[in-house]
């Protein structure tokens, strides 16, 4: 009984979301939910340092664009070898976590940020150079 009656309001709410969104929107959704889950996972959830590192990170590249814009050096080789640079930072950030599940600690994923944090905003100031 329980399980029809979960079953009938699963395929109302579908239905009900159906009206807003197209299937393909739906998809999209799902796999967006989808790949945060996992990167919040990875990074150990999504907290105000790790959205501190994220802000720093996005400033930092959006400067170094226009500093390199300015002084007529704009290469799209040195913008995605930024790029990478910034993914390694989460990467490290990603293997902080481990690290810290495996030692039963929780200091390394908070020492990772701080000091990609720190190095971060140090690039942004040399970029408003």
Do not use: P
């Not at 390199?68 to 930072?89: E, N, Q």
């Amino acid at each position: 009984m329980f399980k029809q009656e979960a079953r009938r309001t699963t395929t109302e709410l579908l239905a009900f979301f159906k009206t807003f969104y197209s299937a393909n929107e739906l998809k999209i959704v799902a796999l967006g939910g989808l790949a945060g889950s996992f990167v919040a996972s990875a990074l150990g959830g999504f907290d105000k340092q790790l959205i501190a590192l994220c802000w720093l990170s996005l400033i930092d590249f959006v400067t170094g664009v226009y500093a390199a814009w300015h002084d007529h050096t704009c290469r799209s080789g040195t913008m995605y070898r930024g790029f990478f640079k910034k993914l390694s930072i989460f990467g490290a950030v990603a293997v902080a976590v481990l690290l810290d599940d495996v030692l039963a600690v929780h200091t390394f994923r908070f020492a990772a940020i701080g000091g990609f944090g720190i190095m971060e905003a140090l690039s942004i100031v040399e970029n408003a150079d």
